[in-house]
């Protein structure tokens, strides 16, 4: 198993601004996750973040927005850019280690964020 | 498009009483269906795959291709069993992309003393 910690746990931001959320592994994994899970909603994917590649985003998704970053292999930052309060949601890192299906995924204890 | 369908937001049963979460998906193929779990100030984890027959803390989901639905069930809930309860496929890999997995929004259970 991987032991998963996410900063900040959660945040009160103001409209406009950024806020950079990490997400570290206590070991190192092939593959990273972040997901979103707004009030009330299924877990969403984000992107997926491999070392040395560039993000992978999902469909409603793009980097301007949420800039993704996966300088080795057990830690990536996601950056939810000029914000908005439909941003409020909680913001999940997960990860996969290398030869293991993508259904044996370990998730952080996720990032509350609330935009005013 | 793939997708997982929870039509319950919310379950409530006594201690005792057996209990079905229900899970529809859509799915083009051989879906590879799961369930996860998160208790209350715990990080979501993985409790069941289909694939694995298995079941675990008493749980146990049966893959029904003709109903394309993969119910949670156990026979007997306990007051512990109290958890957000997922239900999730992998999607195959689009183009570019990679595998993922596609979550229903969840059930709610509550079991009561």
């Known amino acids: 198993s991987a032991v998963i910690s996410q900063k900040p746990s959660r945040d009160i931001c103001q409209r406009g601004t950024s806020l950079t959320i990490q997400c570290q592994v206590d070991?190192?994994?092939?593959?990273m996750f972040w997901y979103r899970q707004q009030p009330g909603q299924s877990l969403t994917l984000i992107a997926t973040?491999?070392?040395?590649?560039?993000?992978?985003?999902e469909s409603g998704f793009v980097i301007d927005k949420f800039p993704i970053s996966r300088p080795n292999l057990t830690f990536s930052t996601l950056t939810v850019s000029n914000m908005s309060p439909e941003d409020s949601s909680i913001y999940l890192c997960?990860?996969?280690?290398?030869?293991?299906?993508?259904?044996?995924?370990?998730f952080g204890p996720g990032t509350r964020l609330t935009v005013l | 498009a793939q997708r997982v369908t929870q039509p319950e937001k919310l379950l409530s049963v006594f201690k005792g009483a057996p209990v079905e979460l229900k899970c529809n998906y859509s799915y083009s193929g051989s879906p590879e269906l799961f369930w996860y779990v998160q208790y209350s100030r715990q990080r979501l984890q993985l409790l069941l795959r289909?694939?694995s027959r298995e079941s675990i803390k008493g749980f146990t989901a049966d893959l029904n291709k003709g109903e394309t639905s993969f119910h949670l069930k156990k026979p007997f809930a306990q007051e512990e069993d109290s958890a957000m309860y997922y239900c999730?496929?992998?999607?195959?890999?689009?183009?570019?992309?990679?595998?993922?997995?596609?979550f229903g929004k969840g059930t709610k259970l509550t079991v009561n003393p």
């Open positions: 289909h694939i």
């Open positions: 973040a491999n070392q040395g590649s560039e993000a992978t985003y």
């Open positions: 070991s190192q994994v092939t593959m």
């Open positions: 999730a496929l992998i999607s195959p890999r689009g183009q570019g992309g990679s595998e993922k997995l596609v």
């Open positions: 997960s990860v996969a280690g290398q030869g293991v299906t993508i259904d044996t995924q370990y």
